[in-house]
C-alpha cells in the first residue's frame, strides 16, 4: 500500500531555514510527479510545490518563489523540501503529496497523502 | 490566478439527507475540478477527480457534476462518518476553495 512518511518539522525563528523529508513506499517512486502542500492552523489547504518525476521540472506558488526548493532523491524515494528565509506566515502542517497523473492524465491531482509535519515559525 | 469559491462555508445537515456543495471557479477549468474530504487531525482525501470520476474506494453515494466554472458535490444519504470539511480544487491553477464544513444537525 502507498505510504508517504514526512519528517523535519519543528520551531525555527523567522529568517531560518528548515528541510522537510517525505519516504514514500508502496508505488513507483521514480515514475510519478510529487508535490508539497501546506495548511496553516485552523486554515485551508494550499498547494505549494511540484517536481516532476525525474526532477526536470519543477513549480512553485509565488509566495514561496526563490525561498523553497523542492528536489527528489529516486534512488531513496524520498521527497524534500529546502525551506529558507522562513516566515510567520509559513507556519503549517506541510504535506507531500503523490500525482495522479498516471492515472488521470491531468496533474495536481492528489490521490494519497502523508500524515503532515508541523513547521512553526517563531521567535 | 483562478480564484476556487465554495459555497456554503458551512452545513448543517443529518443522517441520511441529501446535501449538495457549490464549487465555482472565476473562470472556465474545463473539468479540471477535484474534490477532498478532511477529517479533523488528518490528512486530506481524494474524493473525486476530472469534475465527475469517483476515485477507487470512495463510496458511490458521493457524485459530482460539472464543467466550465460550476461543479457541484452531492452526497446521496449521509454517514455518520461523512461530517467532515470538504474542499474542491482546479487541478488546472492548483488552487482550493476554502472549504465547506459538512456539521451534524
Known amino acids: 500500500q502507498v505510504q508517504l512518511v514526512e519528517s523535519g518539522g519543528g520551531v525555527v525563528q523567522p529568517g531560518g531555514s528548515l528541510r522537510l523529508s517525505c519516504a514514500a513506499s508502496?508505488?513507483?517512486?521514480?515514475?510519478?510527479?510529487m508535490n508539497w502542500v501546506r495548511q496553516a492552523p485552523g486554515k485551508g489547504l494550499e498547494w505549494v510545490a511540484f517536481?516532476?518525476?525525474?526532477?526536470?521540472?519543477?513549480y512553485y506558488v509565488d509566495s514561496v518563489k526563490g525561498r523553497f526548493t523542492i528536489s527528489r532523491d529516486n534512488l531513496k524515494n524520498t521527497l524534500y523540501l529546502q525551506m529558507n528565509s522562513l516566515r510567520a506566515e509559513d507556519t503549517a502542517v506541510y504535506y507531500c503529496?503523490?500525482?495522479?497523473?498516471?492515472?488521470?492524465?491531468?496533474?495536481?491531482?492528489?490521490?494519497?497523502w502523508g500524515q503532515g509535519t508541523l513547521v512553526t515559525v517563531s521567535s | 490566478d483562478i480564484q476556487m469559491t465554495q459555497s456554503p462555508s458551512s452545513l448543517s445537515a443529518s443522517v441520511g439527507d441529501r446535501v449538495t456543495i457549490s464549487c465555482r471557479a472565476s473562470e472556465s477549468i474545463s473539468s479540471y475540478l477535484n474534490w477532498y474530504q478532511q477529517k479533523p487531525g488528518k490528512a486530506p482525501m481524494l474524493l473525486i477527480y476530472a469534475a465527475s470520476t469517483l476515485q477507487s474506494g470512495v463510496p458511490s453515494r458521493f457524485s459530482a457534476s460539472g464543467s466550465g466554472t460550476d461543479f457541484t458535490l452531492t452526497i446521496s444519504s449521509l454517514q455518520p462518518e461523512d461530517f467532515a470539511t470538504y474542499y474542491c480544487?482546479?487541478?488546472?491553477?492548483?488552487?482550493f476553495g476554502q472549504g465547506t464544513r459538512l456539521e451534524i444537525k
Open positions: 517536481i516532476r518525476y525525474d526532477g526536470s521540472n519543477k
Open positions: 503529496a503523490k500525482d495522479n497523473y498516471e492515472t488521470t492524465g491531468y496533474y495536481y491531482v492528489f490521490d494519497y
Open positions: 480544487q482546479g487541478s488546472y491553477s492548483v488552487t
Open positions: 508502496g508505488f513507483t517512486f521514480s515514475s510519478n510527479g
